[in-house]
């Protein structure tokens, strides 16, 4: 694990998300988390490890916003049943829309 892999894979999470891959988006999110969490793990100075736990906490947000992006398009996906009837119809003649036009007076 190293910096420029991190930094990489940030990138690579960004890109899909803007193409609208989401699941691999995702993935590569996870993974980044994953990887700042090790290297947290790893580091001895306070101030690089709180500068380190921000770029976590934003990432996240990040990752948290793709996940639901993900939600409302499964919503989406979900509230596609067809409208009722009753919403549908319309009426059979268009007489009942429209009244009939009237005759313009001839001189």
Known sequence: MSLVMISENVKLAREYALLGNY???????QGVLDQINKYLCSLRDTYLQQKWQQVWQEISVEAKHVKDIM???????LDSTPLK????????HSAEVWS????AERR
């Not at 699941?23 to 999110?29: E, K, L, N, R, T």
């Not at 009939?100 to 005759?103: F, H, I, R, T």
Request: glycine share 0%; charged share 20%.
């Open 85 to 92: 009837a009753s919403q549908q119809e319309l009426p059979a």
């Open 23 to 29: 699941d691999s988006a995702m993935v590569y999110y």
């Open 71 to 77: 939600k409302t398009l499964e919503s989406f996906k």
């Open 100 to 103: 009939l036009p009237v005759p």
